[in-house]
């Protein structure tokens, strides 16, 4: 596999994606090389429209491809209601419950002193702005009960708390330190309706 700089390059460019190793990239490259029904010019079209068209929702942080999405703009969500979650990914985790109907907040993270993450590499700014402009009832802290989660929804409650919202945290449903992306359906809704204010 190391006869072409192309075929290398590929592999490499795989390999900086979540869970690809060496061996999974050039099976890979080898696949699209040998596929004969142009796979690889579909796969490079949806890389480029994927750069070109989508974007992150300047209102809630998710990802759309307009502007703002398809949940901030409809007016059957409760807009009163604002579930805050770690990455856009978790929107479609959330959504799939089909049980959920307020607006979302991504934040793009969690604080984490350690690796260098303030509250100012988060979208925190745009949420306290989102609760200051007055219509918004309820924030719903979905962080990962990991340690960082837990930190940041702690201290998103002391910013929040004295713009006069009302600060819940999901249940305990979900276990400690795992990811939301990978909890079930009907333990996200459990953890969504048993939430407690912080
Ligand atoms: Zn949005």
Do not use: W
């Not at 604002?82 to 109907?101: F, M, N, S």
């Amino acid at each position: 596999m190391e006869s072409s700089e192309t075929v290398k390059k590929l592999s490499e460019e795989f390999q900086k994606l979540p869970g690809i190793g060496r061996k999974t990239a050039e099976r890979l490259v080898f696949a699209l090389l040998k596929s004969k029904n142009g796979m690889a010019t579909t796969l490079a079209k949806a890389l480029l429209d994927l750069v070109e068209k989508v974007k992150l929702c300047t209102v809630c942080g998710g990802i759309t491809e307009t502007e703002p999405c398809a949940i901030c703009s409809s007016d059957k969500r409760d807009k009163t209601l604002v579930c805050v979650v770690e990455q856009p990914l978790d929107i479609a985790v959330l959504e799939r419950t089909g049980k959920y109907q307020g607006a979302y907040h991504v934040l793009g993270g969690t604080l984490s002193p350690l690796d260098g993450v303030g509250p100012e590499s988060l979208r925190i700014e745009q949420l306290i702005k989102r609760v200051k402009e007055g219509k918004i009832l309820e924030v719903i802290v979905a962080t990962n009960p990991t340690m960082d989660g837990e930190a940041t929804a702690l201290y998103l409650s002391r910013v929040l708390r004295p713009l006069g919202c009302r600060i819940s945290r999901i249940a305990r449903g979900v276990p400690v330190g795992s990811d939301l992306e990978y909890v079930d359906e009907i333990t996200l809704t459990k953890s969504l309706e048993g939430r407690r204010e912080m």
